[in-house]
């Protein structure tokens, strides 16, 4: 395969932030925002045709047999420790692969061009750092297509550092102000510790097998062809033996493997805000509402998901790494529809319902086995990252639009909106029905293959699951007539009235919604499965599984009908019926106030400071009081020297006969 | 005992001796026949003697070295070429000496002692002489002596003020105190071993067991040379005496007699009694290093007035000269020894050099005073800093290649314990402290910002002379490796033992 | 003979008393040379010879010590070596 | 001897020198200009030298060490020789001191008191020239000696806040390090040969390998502590924060980015080069000590308000690092120890040149009484942000690459308590972010904390220069960085592996 098309959906975004960000300053906002979207659109355009060549190009690079392989562009030596281990840069396309391409492209491009409608104000006046905007933007597209088309497991880490840095910068854009300012922090530290996690499962794994790729972690090589391997359960189970013969069977209390896994699952934890690594998520919606749809709905925060998919075989090697991952992701499922309900402030509602969202893909990642529905839950994950991407998406955008419009995130001051943004509505509605499940919108079907596979695991996990899923539907629709329906509101007094936004803004909301009905009925089966080979769906489509699921969904919805279809005091009287739940619900279950102690108090309060206080006077009053030692000392001996010649006679007899006793005694 | 004839030829065996001496008679027969108002000259024709004496040494030296080994006397005096590269050293310090009391010579209140002074200094250089050549005890007592009594003279020179007198009686009693116990010393040694030539009492201890007469003896003899060396606790007199003293003859004092006392000390420890070395006075150093240094310094941290700073230096720094002793006159170690010997010679006098200078100028002696001299004086406070870190053996000045070489001197003996390590790393962390107190100066010249109470003032053409010699060779000796080398070479060839 | 000598220089205030004891500790220095070279080495007269040059030394030092003595006189108006520490620590 | 172009490291500063003592005092301009000249003059000599080194290596010179040159004997009697020569290590060393000095003279454009000034800090850098082209233990000490006193005036009389008393700590306790090296040196000098033919050459004595295991026992702890001392190492680190506190901008840069080089570089040189047995056998008592210098360094950085006490802590944490690498005693660790060195000797001397720049302008270090700075002056917040960024570990700048080598490299350890150790010492990369971060949301951004800042400017040109060469190199660095491991990893070659005993990988 050609090098120069992967090169260049590399390296276009990569200029483009080097370009807008040390010379954006020169050139207007307008040029700027135009020379990111021509760039962002070549990559979509390379990106497609990319994965087009590799889905259905027939190469037998690609797939022979109808196996899908994975295939190794290009794979550069980037930083060498020792001959065997060695991180490289490369750009690996396989169906995950090539998917995320196109999941990154389409969602970053429409982000683009949708920010150049958002990121001004209502006179046209772009707001300050434009450039800027743009140029983290283009940043964030090229760490985030790094991460997905790495060779190995180190370039994914480099990459998965920069998206986060990218994120960082994007949270903290406004940044005078100073919540913003706390968000960003919080969000870098809390995935920084996490991805802390993440290097010590690297440095575990590769101390025992002796390198980072993928390619040797997963799959094996395909004989006839180079650079091509496909995945195989062997890979992983010569790494296993490694570990059985070398490692300790048990440190404390697990495996090895186990370890290592673990915590590289707990950089996927970090990054797709999971329980208890979540809390940098709500606070992330500090950012431009562009960049919540882009990084933390549709990409950045599925990268744990993509993690363990892309680790996939070996996770199948320690049964407990997979339970302790759908626990995992249960637990973060459930809580974060449950908060859901109750917040207030839309682009909140939206960011635990991501968390939600991604916690299903890691379940059913986490159920996933060979032997049940031949690993259903892999495909379904895929399935439902991919079109939670888009309606995930487009919900973001559409809120930016409705924000962008009114000037505020609380939804008590939006209400009775349908009137005045008609494409806004319809578009956000679409969003709605694809997120709760209702056919024949995509969320439909990847959520009902995600509680097909969850039955095919532990009927546990499905109940569970499906109760999440009518929750979604719910907390969905509460915020769908809060915002659209329910009493008009009298603010508009005094503004024009809220309004659609101009094309630019428009343009994607159509197409992602378009794309949010249609997806469902791509053959997904057919393209992604954890081992290349195409994935009979039908084969293993449960109607009484859809027909609940579907059941469940509809009821939610009618719930919110019930609730929040116009304004009654229902609301208030559930709230009522169980305040505790509620309070908890509404402060997020205390976790902040917890995290907020654990670093003030302890952190700070209980090793910073006592640590800081510690080397200030104990260390370093050591190293002080050598010299206070030696100046009392001086002081000490001062009367030696009286000024008597008598005295100083005396001294010198003594000093002889001492010296002769003191010889004598040691000799004689 | 062979009974030898006087044979007056002897005498010429004694080329620097006699050197000296001539050099002595016209500076006497100058002051006593000349008229008063040539007598401004005499500073100066005695440093040039001096030079000429000097120079003729390095010549001989460096031409002939073989001519300068000599015996004398039946073997009570002995010239090798390193005693002779000694006492070219101590040439070397006395011409400087010389080149910066040029002005205080010349002061009103010198005119009637201006040849009291250099005739005495002389004399005391004479004394020097004879007892780093002086293998019979007897000698090295009038040498001893000689040195030290004049001494006590030119510290009481200054009539005018108090302290001269003060610091000269206490030189004086307490010098005759330790003299008299060195001379019991001595007899103990005598009626132990019979004879006072250093090679009979190395050969009659040879095989002797130790007792407790012969260890008071030796605690005696090395009390008496430590006294002169000022090694503590025999130190107590030198810093009244450096205070009480004409700055001229406090430098005079600190780095001639001090070199001439530490080499005359390893040639009696080494070869009178060498065969006690590792019973008796290798421990006795060590002890008395550590003392030395470490008083020395402590001392040394708390003093203002600079003289006196000066003083608990010099006493720490003879703790550091013994290190080239300890190690029982291996070559290297020696020339280690008279290499610091030499450097500390140009870091003292450059130190006092200023001093000096400052005193002369406006009286100032206090630390405090010289607080933001940088700003009014600058080139003396430089002077003044490179003596510092030369003292406290900073690089590239001479002081660190000297403290490195007697360091590894003292380490150089095969087969040397952990003990002689410890003793190093005792002295090392000595430097530190040593450090500290040096650098307080460099802080009061450079960093306090006060306003300086000396006033700019320009030095003399002489006073400058003396200390471009001492700056230069502040930073010509070390890097210069010519110096070390050939004291080396002579030390190698021309071995104590 | 010697110790009444360091005795008495430490005891004694005035310090022509103890230039005296400082004498006496001389003399018993020239007295064990004399004593050491008759009985146990009679061959040879190296201890009466250090005697001889000893004495000498001794009234050297004397003539030197009295001279700088008289001095303090002059300025101090008494000989008591108790007042000689303007000079210390 | 002078047609080795190693020597001109040491000629060009002392041609400086006398350039500058030339200069009339208020002559200002010759006086830069001498600076200018002088560090430009040594850049592109390390560049040349780099250039060619690679080259030679290219040409299949596989000695340790090349340009060697040790035919000029110093002191004949102690066998002290002018011996210099480079390997893969010295280059990049050279090359780093060459540019901090380089910005170093921008950074310090409006310094008062220019000549005493420079007088100063040029011959600092001779001693750090020096030391990295010096392979005879004896001028290597020298010029490590050379390189610290002027320490003492430059802070003493530039600095600001405490300076008598940090430049007195600083001075004194680095001193007392160089007093164990010192008596280490001349231990390893009486016991460099079995044959009597002692030696104070590097190549010689670890050729010989004839240092008896029980005087490494003892020599070992010496040199190591010696030269830990200056490498910032726990518990010998307190000079460090209250010394960079007080340095003016240009020192702090050097001794931070350049001179604690010199404790890394020489524990490498000197006490494990030489004494490898008992590298191995005492590592790990000084793994418990590093590691505790790298997070703690981090922790104590994570509370302190002074801009130049938290920079001071983190260099203590990345120093910690440098030393705590090289104690694991295989290629990869050790090549990432010399990284960092690199990595953070540029990066922190980015920050402190522009922690100076900004003291320059609002007259505070304290960060509570800074905010919003980005607004005001964009382009040195923009530094300082990727200053942070490399600190912190962010691909693509030099803190990533050269902590990733050393976590990896360490990793590989056979010892499950180097292990146990190594992930201790990972954690300091969640606390460097904390500590970061913190700073660059209270300095950077936020509101305008004090209305009297809004009237302050950007970066002059002078300054724009010094930061962005930095940066380019910080960058330089982590893009490319698999050059500067070829550049290192040529010295670990097979001889120099047996005697160190080291192993390549783990398995």
Redesign the interface.
Known sequence: MDVTIPILILAIPLTMFLLLGIAGCKMSHRTAGILGCLGMGTVLVLAYYTAAQYFFSGNELFGADGVRLQHIVFNQTWLEFTPTMAIKLGFLLDPISAMMLVVITTISFMVHLYSMGYMRDHHGVYEHGFQRFYAFLSLFSFSMLGLVVATNIFQMYIFWELVGASSYLLIGFYYVKPSAVSASKKAFIVTRFADLGFLIGILILSYYVGNFDFMNLTSSPVASLAETFSVDIAAPQHIAQIFADNAAPVFMGGSVLTWALVLIFMGGMGKSAMMPLHIWLPDAMEGPTPVSALIHAATMVVAGVYLVARLFPLYLMEDTALVIITVVGAITALYAAMVACTQLDIKRVLAFSTISQIAFMMVSLGVARPEHHEALGYMASMFHLFTHAMFKALLFLCAGAIIHAIGSNDYTDMHGLRKYMPITHWTFLIGCLAIAGIIPFSGFFSKDEILSACLGYDWVAYVWMSLVAGLTAFYMFRLYFLIFWWKEHKIHEGHHAPHDQAWTMSLPLIILAAISCVAGFIPFGELVSWNGHPYDFMAHFDWSVAGISLAIAVAGIALAWVMYRRENALPEKFRNAVPALWTWCYHRFYWDELYMFITHKIIFGGICRPLAWFDRNIIDGTMDSFAAVTNKASEAIRPLQSGQIQMYVWYYLIGVLALAGICAACIL | MEIVNMDYTQFLAMKQEIGLLIVFIVVFLYDTFLPAKSQKALPGLTAVLMLILTVCGIVFEAVAPETLSKTAFAGMYVSTPVIAALKTILNVGVVIVLIQSVNWANSSFMAMRRGEFYELLLVTLFGMYLMVSARHFLLFVIGLESASLPLAAMVALDKNRYESHEAAVKYILTAVFSSAIFMLGLSFVYGLTGSLYFNDIYAALTGAGVNMMLIVALAAVVSGVGFKLSLVPFHLWTADVYQGAPTSVTSYLSVISKGAAAFAFLVILVQAFGMLYAQLWEWMLYALIILTITVGNLFAIRQKNMKRFLAFSSVSQAGYIMLGVISDGAPVATAAMMFYILVYIFSNLAAFGVIGAIERASGKLSMDDYRGLYRTNPRLSVAMMLAMFSLAGIPPFAGFFSKFFIFTGALSAPGVGTAMYVLVLIALINTIVSLYYYLLVVKAMFIADDQCVIEPFRSSASERLGLWITVAGIIGLGIASWFFSELNVLTATYPLI | M?AC??YG???RKN?IA??VS?EL??N??DI??VV??RY??P??F??M??TL??IA?AA??TA??I???I??FR??KNID??N?????? | MLTNPLIYFVVIPLLMLAGIGLCNNRNVGAIRAVAVIGSLALLTLSTFLLVDFLGQRAAGADAAMLFVNDTVVWFAPLNIHLAIGVDGISVAMLMLSSIILFTGTFASWKIDQPKEFFLWLILLSTGVFGFFISIDLFTMFMFYEVALIPMYLLIGVWGSGRKNYSAMKLTLMLMGGSAFLMLGLIGIYYHSAADGNLTWNILTIAANDAIPHGWQNFLFPMTFVGFGVLGAMFPFHTWSPDGHASAPTAVSMLHAGVLMKLGGYGCFRVAIYLMPYAAAELSYIFLILTGISVVYGAFCACVKTDLKYINAYSSVSHCGLVLFAILMLNTTAMTGAIMQMLSHGLMTALFFALIGMIYGRTHTREITKMGGLMKIMPFLGVCYVIAGMASLGLPGLSGFVSEMTIFVGSFMHADMFHRVFTIVACCSIVITAVYILRVVGKLLFGPVYDEHHLSLTDAEWWERLSTVTLIIAVAAIGCFPNFFVDLINKTFTPEIFSVLGMTSTAL
């Open positions: 010697f000598g360091v220089f430490i005891t310090m103890m230039l400082l500790m001389l018993a220095v064990n040379f050491f070279n146990l080495f061959g040879a190296e201890g010879f250090f040059f000893a030394i050297a030092e030197l010590a001279a700088i003595i001095n303090i300025a101090e070596v108790r000689l520490d303007k000079m210390k620590f």
